[in-house]
């Protein structure tokens, strides 16, 4: 008969308890149990599995101080030589294995431990939840920890990913080291999720101010200057200015910047975000200006 997942969780807390509780690894003790709670947190919010996630928070560390040479032995070729290159592979994929050979062979749970490193291309869900709780569980006192906790708590989930993403490449690049390569294409695809995450947010900022015939142009290969062109239409100046406000409000305590704000008062207010233009119009102006005809051939995004 099948074993519950509640039945998996105790026998994984109790894994933990005997090898890390009383042991000279408490604060490694500390931090797995403030992964699990992190992880099952943000899997409420998510929609995902909350127990799943409380089981890969609990056993993502497991094999965390094991000599090599035992972890070696639970690893596949291939994970072998991936973890010869990047040692610090080695714990995660053994703590994955271990987790199929003493509690389930859940492969959804198996692979979010399994990459909870670095991660990889097209993480689910609970993959991005346990890489990013193993960065931002409450018992991490790095001020970067603490920035992404903070970028998570207030809904930036990708943005979050993508600077601990970006502040560990540099942490390893200031050692003289160079990151493994799918450190950094995981950076590359966050800086896009992470935009992406903006926009939308961006949107909802529109919305307040019951803003209309939003359209965002991807200008990646229109423009050296900026990435992405937001136009919006509202009816009054006091909409464009709460407009202005908002996205203030929006960025504030973000890796996100106001360059400048242009035509405050004006039936055309611009700001710029550098890689983010939005532009606030009247309607009158807008269609003055006819912005959609000059970027008939530019891409647009749905957000």
Sequence with gaps: MEISLKNKINKARKLIDEKYKDSCHKERYLHILGVADMAKRLATLYNVNEEK?????????????EPK???????????KKEAEE?????????????YKK???DDEEVFSAIKNHVFGHLNMTKLEEIILISDYIEENRKYPNCIF?????????FYTAIYESTRHTISFIESKGQKPAIMQVSV?????????????????????????????????????PFYDYF????????????????????????????????????????L?????????????????????????????????
């Design 148 to 156: 992404c906790r903070s970028l998570v708590n207030r809904g930036f």
């Design 230 to 269: 937001v136009l919006a239409t509202v009816s009054s100046l006091r909409q464009a200015g709460a407009v202005k406000s908002y996205i203030e409000e929006l960025i504030l305590d973000t890796p996100f910047k106001i360059r400048s704000v242009e035509g405050e008062d004006t039936e055309w207010v």
């Design 53 to 65: 996630a409380y089981i890969a928070g609990l056993m993502h560390d497991y094999y965390k101080y």
């Design 102 to 104: 003493l509690i389930d």
């Design 187 to 223: 950076l590359q695809q966050y800086k896009e999720l992470m935009f992406m995450e903006l926009l939308n947010k961006i949107k909802e900022a529109l919305d307040k101010v019951k803003a209309s015939d939003i359209i965002v142009y991807d200008m990646k290969e229109k423009s």
């Design 69 to 79: 040479e035992e972890m070696q032995i639970l690893l596949t070729s291939e994970e």
């Design 271 to 303: 700001i710029d975000c550098y890689d983010i233009i939005i532009s606030v119009f009247t309607k009158e102006e807008r269609e003055r200006l006819e912005f959609e005809k000059i970027y008939m051939d530019v891409p647009q995004l749905k957000i």
């Design 86 to 98: 990047c040692n610090v592979l080695y714990h995660s994929y053994a703590s994955a294995r271990a």
